[in-house]
């Protein structure tokens, strides 16, 4: 048992402990500065779920339903736990570089798999408590309930993440050990989360009657329906039934009782796991040690291979290549631009065709879209989906160890640091065209304003990325064991949501002071805001660019 | 020709990594430089290549300082550094085409010179493969081709040797030589004393940020007036 502690503290220091390193030594206070904007972070997130929490226990207070709220919960929860243990499970199992020092030394097999495990559900109650905890306490409070709920509802969560965690778990080790495809790591993660995020996409599309302006007892009629959700996942996880049951009961002897089904369920849970992943885990594990030192013969080498390209052209190129051939950095970095974007098109022309009413489409096409305000509107909808950009923030960090190549190349820091940032300049220009051409069919802009829309995206896009890059130069995270880490375990990837806050903060002043200026001039004095806030970042970048570099060693 | 002059270093306030190193390294010499594990080596390869700032003196490479100079004195030089873990995602014949790019080698030169390097050290054929898919080996090898392919006129090289098969370390000693003979430098690091004895003009040890040695072999044995191996002559060095 302490040998699986001990491992399991060791697996979760190599993936955690970096995010307070990345201030390289960090200072007390900088410590101090980390930790309080954690808290707050935290604080903010939880108060914005309470709020919502709130909101959804009250309407369903309206027809009496208020219980199916705790089976909602629990779905979210055992959902969420699915969806990122398949993300997750792929790399602390098998893509971690630790494997090759851990399978040499002397512990049994169960040992590393229930460390490797406690990892995911570790993280998982890190966002258990989030989406879990919270809403579940607001409904005590709103509810009135007795104090054993709160104990009941403890114990509910820590054990309710356990079973989906495992099934996950186990069916990526039977995958990883049957697929040929497997010997492809790159395919493997890319296929397996495409899969994910169609699944994702599927039912978002399929929920998308909740994007409406709806009244409480419309809300409260859909989360019903949801509901029937809970019961189609229930024979799937049968902890999630007996979690229900023992939260909504209002003895506290069968609560008590239905606890500890959940609590049988999972111990049996672990040892089935336990059992058929110590006889499929190693198998996957080895075999995907040794691909990657198959070889492929080669096919001879074209001449044309041998071009020669102007240095900008070579360097971004090489930064595209391996943020596209990079699962992890693919899906994380490049395709939310094209993705968010794309499902809200998609989402928009349902919605137009499900719900506009011939008069609303009359007002629509009467509407003047030529307005500031509606400029705003489309600027604060780029800068929404911008904050799903994760490739200036990351573009050194990626490179990892790495990252030292850089110095010593008889090229300026300031040219790699740009070069570094038109990916995600390109990235967010196809972000900004995708929203300006959903904006036009549904509003009917002219030419000048969607032009000089798109100029002020450009701008706005620009600065953000060189202020992104900023920030990862110094805060880099070059010390990691898997991708994986560079673009979920990294507390910069907050700062892309802070920055495109602080825009549509500044766009929504525009909008509010600005209100009956004329369309052209208003986009134009917007552009020249963010011109100004472009030109100091740059400035400070190309004055700081040795000093920027100085943590990258 | 390299030259250090009086390079200080310190990570923590009060603790030189490096001491006030002075050492020339000329032109037409191969010099080794040798020192236990964490003594200094690395961080001192690092300020030469312009990795790591200086704190005090200055480092020139071919006359030009990498504190004042950077970007003319880091195209005097090819550096192979200590992990080859590098573009992993690359083909090996993009990689070495992004190098070429970087140094602005000529399409007749880099044609040339890529199929010499790569089909010396045997890794032509994978050329169409990623980099991940090679070998720690190969990945030294390939690291090393992108490094000469400039024809760099100063070598800088990080335990060069380490992952290669015997082969391809007989070529490299080879190559090196060649290099000096025609009058330009190469300066590396080794942990492997014979590699340092046989192929070093001259070797530097260093010791706790400082230079505690600097001259020939026969020098050294003259110095410390001791008829030992050069492992024993090292640990006399060193353990003082």
């Given amino acids: ?118 990892v995911l559900i570790i993280t998982e109650y890190i966002v258990t408590v989030l989406i879990g905890f919270i809403p579940l306490l607001v409904y005590g409070v709103l509810t009135s309930v007795s104090m054993s709920y709160y104990l009941l509802m403890f114990v509910a969560l820590v054990l309710v993440p356990i079973l989906p965690i495992l099934l996950v778990s186990i069916i990526v080790m039977i995958i990883m050990s049957f697929a040929k495809i497997t010997k492809n790591k790159n395919k493997f993660q890319l296929i397996a989360t495409i899969l994910v995020l169609s699944i994702v996409i599927a039912l978002s599309l399929s929920t998308t009657k909740l994007q409406d ?41 069968v609560a008590l009782i239905e606890l500890l089904k959940v609590l049988v369920f999972t111990i049996s849970g672990v040892i089935v796991y336990v059992f058929i992943a110590q006889k499929i885990y190693f198998k996957g594990l080895v075999g995907n040690l040794f691909s990657s030192s198959s070889k492929k013969k080669n096919i001879k080498i074209n001449t044309n291979k041998y071009n020669n390209s102007k240095l900008y052209k070579s360097y971004i190129y090489k930064e595209f290549k391996c943020l596209i051939r990079n699962p992890v950095f693919f899906m994380q970095c490049l395709l939310p631009a094209i993705l968010i974007p794309l499902l809200m098109i998609v989402m928009v022309i349902l919605q137009m065709k499900n719900s506009i009413t011939p008069q609303m489409s009359e007002q629509l096409n009467s509407f003047n879209g030529n307005t500031f305000i509606v400029a705003c509107v489309i ?15 990351t573009a050194i960090s990626r490179d990892g160890k790495n990252a030292i190549f850089m110095k010593y190349i008889p090229v300026s820091l300031y040219k790699q640091y740009i070069y570094k940032c038109i990916p995600n300049i390109v990235m967010g220009s196809i972000t900004s065209i995708i929203s300006i051409v959903v904006a036009n069919i549904i509003l009917k802009l002219d030419m000048l304003m969607i032009v000089l829309v798109f100029i002020a995206a450009i701008i706005m896009n620009v600065a953000e990325s060189i202020i992104l890059i ?84 | 020709m390299i030259e250090i002059k009086n390079v200080s270093k310190s990570y923590v306030k009060g603790k030189k990594s490096v001491d006030s190193l002075n050492l020339d390294i000329k032109d037409g010499e191969i010099f080794g430089f040798l020192g236990p594990n964490g003594a200094g080596k690395t961080t001192t390869i690092r300020m030469i290549t312009g990795i790591l700032d200086i704190d005090e003196g200055d480092i020139l490479i071919d006359g030009e300082s990498i504190k004042t100079n950077s970007l003319q004195a880091k195209k005097n030089f090819g550096f192979v550094p200590d992990s080859p873990d590098m573009f992993l995602k690359l083909k090996g014949i993009e990689y070495l ?45 390939i690291v090393i081709c992108a490094a000469l392919l400039s024809e760099p006129k100063n070598w800088i090289l990080d335990e060069p040797m380490t992952g290669l098969d015997p082969k391809s370390s007989f070529d490299l000693k080879e190559m090196m030589r060649e290099h000096a003979k025609s009058g330009k430098t190469v300066f590396f690091s080794t942990h492997v004393l014979e590699v340092a004895e046989k192929l070093c003009d001259r070797v530097g040890i260093i010791n706790k940020g400082k230079l505690v040695f600097v001259g020939t072999f026969d020098e050294m044995k003259e110095k410390f007036k001791e008829e030992g191996t050069l492992e024993e002559l090292f640990l006399e060095i060193t353990e003082k």
């Fill in chain 1, 213 to 253: 302006d709806i009244t409480n007892e419309q809300l409260a009629h859909m989360l019903v329906e949801a509901n029937g959700m809970v019961d189609l996942l229930k024979g799937y996880f049968p902890t999630l039934d007996y979690a229900i049951s023992s939260l909504t009961s209002d003895s506290i002897v």
């Fill in chain 1, 1 to 118: 048992m302490n040998k699986i502690i001990n491992l399991t503290k060791v697996f979760l220091k190599t993936s955690f402990s970096n995010m307070n390193t990345q201030m390289g030594m960090p200072s007390k206070s900088n410590k101090i500065v980390s930790k309080i904007l954690y808290v707050v972070l935290f604080l903010y997130l939880a108060a914005i779920v309470a709020l919502f929490s709130g909101g959804m226990v009250e309407s369903l207070k309206i027809i009496n339903q208020q219980e199916i709220f705790i089976g909602l919960i629990l779905l979210v929860v055992t959902a969420f736990c699915v969806i990122q243990t398949i993300f997750s499970s792929i790399n602390v199992f098998y893509f971690t570089k630790d494997n090759e020092y851990i399978l040499p030394l002397p512990l049994k097999p169960y040992e590393i798999i229930l460390a490797r495990t406690n």
């Fill in chain 2, 97 to 141: 085409n992004f190098m070429a790019d970087i140094y602005e080698v000529p399409k007749e030169k880099r044609v040339e010179k890529i199929e010499e390097l790569t089909k010396k050290f045997e890794i032509y054929d994978e050329l169409n493969s990623q980099i991940q898919s090679y070998s720690h080996g190969m990945r030294q090898k």
């Fill in chain 1, 470 to 553: 900023i920030i990862d130069l110094k805060r880099p995270k070059l010390e990691w064991d898997s991708e994986y880490a560079v673009v979920k375990q990294n507390f910069n990837l907050i700062f892309p949501m802070i920055i495109s806050m602080i825009a549509i903060f500044i766009i929504i002043l525009a909008g509010v002071f600005l209100t009956n200026i004329n369309v052209y001039i208003g986009i134009i004095i917007l552009s020249l805001i963010f011109a100004i806030i472009l030109y100091f970042a740059n400035m400070y970048l190309y004055k700081n660019q040795n000093r920027l570099a100085s943590r990258i060693m």
């Fill in chain 1, 379 to 393: 600027l604060g909808v780029i800068q929404f989906f911008s904050m799903f950009i994760y490739i200036a923030i």
